[in-house]
């Protein structure tokens, strides 16, 4: 389904402005940074998963030559408890310092404890080996049903669990205990024909990012701090560094470098507040770069779970009731997504009767970060596994019941919020005719599945910034760091709103001195956000033009016209190259910014359908087929909204049948690199087929609906529902490893 | 008068009540007047002057980013739920 072509640049496929830079490798990464008399540096990362900090002796890696500077948390100010918003989302600060270095325990196997600046990588690596730290250790809990127990070790001994406001009075890794609720589940329940309950576990995953965190950072004599680092939002950075370092905002600059992939774990800072310390320390440049291990074992993963699901329906294929008990690993620190994972897990559907209980629980593993539809994944796995059993048992179509069941525009979410003009219905629709969906999936071992997903999406704060060029050209400038073409989605919405074509704007991103405050690239929210910005900085700049050429003309703005980069009147006519050009005659340079907190997000929704076939001797899954439907809004550039598909299922498959973090019962992570932490590779996919259904957000200027992270909800949830059609048997554990496939097959026998 | 529906974990407060119609112009005024009728509410609704963190206030179906400084109609509805936050 494609909306009629009313734009001229919108829905067309340019050439994205940094591609020629990214595939001939000149694009500058973190890494790539050179400073004359820069040093460099390296973190001491705990053994141990749980123990107390007793002493650390700094002296000897301190006396070694080309050692500039050693620090430990006692070089951080040691911040009280405090909320602090950081985009979307909020930060505990002392927590959060205390991930960047360890003050009095360590809480997962990688925390940072110490780091050293140094002449060299060599000289670095030495010092860690000098530095003496001797730990208590203590005993670890690695699940949130363990960490529940009363019994079970307490990680922080100040926390008490919050019930909307409501504290415990005993210590607990409980942080948090918060409710959905409306209407009666229990009666829905004993008046239903069919229930269904099930309790599913998944595991800890990670990212996946290809580029490594990294940060160098110049504390310069007058106090000025700038710092060059791979981050999903230059402000946040600034922000955090601020807030945990007790400095002002404007003593900082943060340049973001070009962007390896983040995909929610580049928010929060690590290295950042690290490298200052070091260069304050060293009077030089510091850079630090993490390896794939520390990536792996230090940096936030995203929440393994425990849920528990029951949904009932009556004879006619309506669902009546649903109640979920969700528990998140958040890590070491609260602040896990299982708040967003609640108002996913229930979404899709229209629900009169409905309940879910949702648990923060820290445990001995990295602090969570957001990782794609943060959250999502995990509860749809659930609720889509127990969906299709429903429509089994009613012997219904699994697209058929979810058209029956799905929400349409004007009903409510769970949470109370209404639904805007959505797609669902449009991209079941669109799913059950695709080809995949009418194919036939023959032979033995084979079987196809289907689910849905939502993602709630975002808006927020924005700017954009512009200047004519003398050649008529316009240089953008921008706040979002682009991860998946951002730069091409903005410039071509300012485009369309000047009438240009997209090659006439240069756009590039600022750094925090040079754009105004702009969130990070998270919450899908850059081309719906900043492509708002662009448009009014369009309509900013098209006033400016006309003033001047009225100026220019000695005649009213209102008699002159301005279409696709002329401007005219009486006759006379002016292009954006004259006005350029002759800025002495034109009033001078013309530029405009442009901010917006952008609100009327519009809440995402897909459908994927995936044919496997099934090893019986080695429980290996392969995909022979996927497709997935999405409601898109308006495709801005439809190659980068289908890149973004790509890239969701692409993930939810790693995540549906091989990606966990494995620990041994000390809490040591025993598979820290990518041989061993099992991505998919291309050789592990088929080509994904993808149908973006267009049904434009009205809460937008160009119709953009977010589109980045609903993608990475369905398929885990999809890949089960396939794996039970083609072995009969569900599972209820992620990931769906051929370890289990053969439990499972033998528990069957 | 805007209509509140009240969390679950705050009906104890409510003596059990699911909804209550409640006056003012904005969240922070109908949350104040909340807290006339069923004291220990705000304090469970706000962190010091503000709202919650990881708490969104929906007025009339949408999310509000104004948060406490919305404008509430006679006829508004009025729910708090979980902010939710992406990546």
């Given amino acids: ?749 | 008068m805007a209509r509140v529906i009240i969390p679950s974990l705050l009906r104890e407060l409510t003596g059990g009540r699911h909804e209550v119609e409640v006056e003012g112009a904005t969240v922070r005024e109908v949350i104040d007047n909340l807290e006339a009728r069923f004291p220990g509410l705000r304090a469970r609704l706000l962190d010091g002057d503000r709202l919650r963190p990881n708490l969104a206030v929906v007025v009339d179906g949408e999310v509000s980013a104004l948060k406490l400084r919305h404008k509430v109609s006679a006829d508004s509805e009025i729910h708090f739920m979980p902010a939710l936050s992406g990546g």
Avoid at chain 1, 619 to 639: F, N
């Fill in chain 1, 1 to 749: 389904m494609t909306v009629e072509k009313q734009y001229e640049v919108i829905g067309t496929r340019p050439i994205r402005p940094d591609g020629t830079d990214k595939v001939t490798g000149r694009a500058l990464y973190g890494a790539d940074i050179r400073l004359p008399g820069m040093l460099y540096g390296m973190v001491l990362r705990s053994p141990h998963a749980h123990a107390r900090i007793l002493s650390i002796d700094t002296r000897k890696a301190e006396a070694l030559p080309g050692v500039r500077a050693v620090v430990t948390a006692a070089d951080l100010p040691d911040l009280e408890s405090k909320i602090s918003e950081l985009g979307e989302g909020t930060i505990n600060l002392r927590y959060q310092s205390n991930n960047v270095l360890a003050r009095d325990k360590v809480l997962y196997f990688g925390h940072a404890v110490a780091a050293v600046a140094a002449t060299s990588i060599h000289v670095a690596e030495e010092a860690l080996g000098l530095i003496d730290v001797q730990y208590e250790v203590l005993k670890p809990v690695l699940t949130a049903q363990e960490a529940m127990r009363p019994d079970a070790p307490i990680l922080l001994e100040e926390l008490r669990t919050d019930e909307l406001g409501a504290k415990g009075t005993t210590p607990t890794n409980i942080a948090e205990h918060s409710q959905i609720s409306r209407g009666d589940v229990e009666k829905a329940f004993a008046e239903a024909a069919v229930v269904v309950e099930r309790e599913f576990t998944t595991a800890t995953v990670h990212q996946g990012y290809i580029e490594p965190q990294n940060s160098t950072a110049l504390w310069n004599v007058d106090d000025q701090l700038t710092i060059w680092c791979s981050t999903q939002g230059a402000f946040g950075v600034r922000d955090q560094v601020a807030e945990i370092l007790e400095i002002p905002v404007s003593k900082i600059k943060v340049i973001p470098m070009e962007i390896g992939g983040g995909f929610g774990g580049k928010i929060g800072v690590y290295l950042e507040p690290i490298a200052a310390l070091l260069s304050k320390k060293a009077r030089r440049p510091v850079k630090l770069t993490m390896s794939r291990a520390e990536v792996l074992a230090a940096t936030g993963p995203t929440s393994g779970s425990y849920m528990r699901i029951k949904m009932a329906a009556n004879r006619e294929g309506r669902i009546t009731a649903a109640q979920a008990y969700l528990a998140y690993e958040a890590g070491a620190y609260p602040g896990s997504p299982v708040g967003s994972g609640a108002a996913v897990i229930f979404a899709p559907y229209k629900l009169d009767n409905v309940l879910i209980d949702s648990y923060d629980v820290v445990v001995n593993k990295p602090r969570a970060a957001a990782y794609r539809a943060p959250g999502g994944t995990n509860a749809a796995y659930a609720a889509e596994v127990v969906v299709d059993e429903l429509a089994e048992k009613l012997g219904m179509d699994p697209i058929d019941f979810r058209i029956l069941n799905g929400v349409r525009e004007g009903d409510k979410h769970p949470g109370g919020s209404e639904y805007p003009r959505i797609g669902y219905i449009e991209t079941l629709q669109a799913a059950k005719n695709s080809p995949h969906y009418q194919s036939k999936l023959e032979g033995p071992y084979r079987g196809r599945g289907v689910a849905a997903g939502y993602w709630g999406n975002y808006g927020g704060k924005s700017s954009a910034s512009a200047s004519l060029n003398p050649d008529g050209t316009i240089s953008l400038v921008e706040g979002s760091v682009d991860i998946g073409g951002s730069r091409a989605s903005i410039a071509m919405q300012l485009a369309e709103t000047l009438g240009v074509a997209v090659d006439c704007i240069r756009p590039s991103v600022g750094d925090t001195d040079s754009v105004g405050y702009t969130e990070g690239t998270y919450g899908s929210r850059t081309t719906f956000a900043t492509g708002w910005a662009a448009y009014e900085l369009g309509n900013k700049l098209i006033q400016e033009f006309k003033a001047r050429a009225a100026a220019y003309w000695e005649v009213d703005p209102a008699q002159v016209a301005y279409a696709k980069g002329v401007l005219t009147c009486n006759g006379r006519r002016l292009t954006l190259a004259d006005l350029g050009s002759q800025m002495d005659d034109m009033g001078g340079p013309i530029s405009a910014s442009a901010s917006v907190r952008a609100e009327k997000w519009g809440p995402a929704f897909a459908v994927h359908i995936v044919d496997v076939e099934v090893d019986p001797e080695t429980g290996k899954v392969d995909v022979l087929r996927y497709t997935a439907a999405q409601d898109v809004g308006t495709a801005i550039h439809p190659s980068y909204v289908e890149s973004q598909i790509h890239g969701g299922v692409a993930q939810g498959v790693g995540w549906g049948l091989n990606e966990e973090y494995v620990y041994d019962a000390q809490g040591r992570l025993l598979n820290a690199s990518l041989l061993d932490y099992r991505m998919p590779t291309a050789l592990d996919l088929p080509m994904i087929e993808t149908i973006l259904v267009e049904v434009p957000n009205p809460g937008h200027p160009y119709g953009v609906r977010g589109v980045g992270e609903v993608p990475i909800v369905p398929p885990a949830g999809a890949l089960a529902n396939a794996i039970y059609r083609a072995i009969g048997v569900r599972l209820n554990e992620l990931p769906m490893s051929p370890a289990r496939i053969l439990a499972a097959l033998a528990a069957k026998k």
